[in-house]
């Protein structure tokens, strides 16, 4: 199916990309330990959450509801949006159109 979208997927990416850099221990996602994500510099971080961001947009298309670290991306379709959540609340909403 694929996450339906009218925005640019280069501004949805850096908006989802902000959104995932929130959630505590995000870097799990990718089985890395915390160690090894305080070792890495800057650019190197954004450079991990941008490829988590793109991974997560993509695999929303298959999953509607994907966990990452202490948080939860969910695709709705019906209103076009991706929800972020963490602690059962809803953190930020990235708009699809």
């Known amino acids: 199916m694929g ?8 501004d949805i990416l850096k908006d989802l990309t902000e959104a ?3 959630i505590e221990e ?3 996602f990718f089985e890395m330990e915390p160690d090894e994500w305080t070792a890495l510099g800057k650019a190197d ?3 991990v959450m941008e490829a988590l ?6 695999g929303l298309g298959e999953n509607p509801v994907i966990e990452v670290g202490r948080g939860v ?3 709705n379709g019906k209103h076009h949006i991706i929800e972020v959540s ?5 953190t930020q909403i990235i708009r699809l159109i």
């Open 53 to 58: 961001a793109d991974d997560v947009f993509f």
């Open 26 to 28: 995000s870097f799990t």
């Open 73 to 75: 991306i969910t695709y």
């Open 86 to 90: 963490q602690d059962d609340k809803v």
């Open 20 to 22: 995932v850099a929130e």
């Open 3 to 10: 996450v339906r979208h009218a925005r640019e997927y280069a």
């Open 45 to 47: 971080r954004h450079e």
